[in-house]
């Protein structure tokens, strides 16, 4: 079946400016994640869904970032006022559930975000 | 506070010589440790995975990986490098409830 998807694959954009993100994970999985990879960074962690409980924000670096998930499936990842920092490849991945940090996560290709 | 270190930000080696990615993670209980790679362009792939039993594990494309408790490491070996290896090389922790922390990968460039 189709990996996990995420578009667009590259956004260029203007200081101040809002962007959405998308993230359609694989069918059938319950978790999703968001991560941000800076240049010459590792992943850093965003943003977790599972299922249908509260989402695991601790990782957005500010109230500018937020995620929504819709029906269990297609995720979003929405930045206000985009600042130059913002700047990264920002990375979604799915998992199959058991509320456990075994589980293999499957990567989308990512969609890097430029701000100008 | 959990974290992985990579040491290596960049390695070069020859096609056909063996290879040894460093990676360190600091965790108080049992970890979950993983290698990914990234291939420009790609997403992450796992390439091996280490939750208990034994200490070495063997993954894909040849790759093997030795989990060491005294030394708090889990470096990536592979006996002979082909140049399609030459990729990004990401080591991660998993942490307690669905938290994934991850190192700040190493670069691997293979010379002909």
């Known amino acids: 079946g189709a990996g996990v998807s995420q578009s667009p694959s590259n956004k260029v954009t203007e200081k101040g400016k809002d962007v959405e993100l998308r993230c359609d994970p694989i069918?059938?999985?319950?978790?999703l994640y968001w991560y941000r990879q800076s240049l010459g960074q590792g992943l850093e962690f965003l943003i977790y869904?599972?299922?249908?409980?509260?989402?695991?924000k601790s990782g957005l670096p500010s109230d500018r970032f937020s995620a929504e998930r819709t029906g269990g499936s297609v995720s979003t990842l929405t930045i206000q006022r985009t600042q130059q920092e913002d700047s990264a490849v920002y990375l979604c991945?799915?998992?199959?559930?058991?509320?456990?940090?075994?589980?293999?996560?499957?990567f989308g290709p990512g969609t890097r975000l430029t701000v100008l | 506070a959990q974290s992985v270190t990579q040491p290596d930000i960049h390695i070069t080696v020859s096609e056909g010589a063996s290879l040894e990615l460093r990676c360190n993670y600091s965790y108080g209980a049992t970890p979950y440790l993983f290698w990914y790679v990234q291939s420009p362009g790609q997403g992450l792939q796992l390439l091996l995975k280490y939750f208990s039993g034994d200490t070495l594990v063997q993954g894909i494309k040849g790759f093997e990986a030795e989990f060491k408790r005294s030394q708090s490491s889990f470096n990536l070996r592979k006996p002979s490098v082909h140049w399609s290896d030459a990729a990004e090389y990401f080591c991660?922790?998993?942490?307690?409830?669905?938290?994934?922390?991850f190192g700040s990968g190493t670069k691997l460039n293979v010379k002909p």
């Open positions: 069918s059938g999985h319950t978790a």
């Open positions: 991660a922790v998993g942490a307690g409830f669905n938290k994934f922390y």
């Open positions: 869904f599972q299922g249908n409980s509260a989402p695991d």
């Open positions: 991945a799915s998992s199959t559930t058991s509320g456990g940090s075994y589980n293999e996560q499957f």
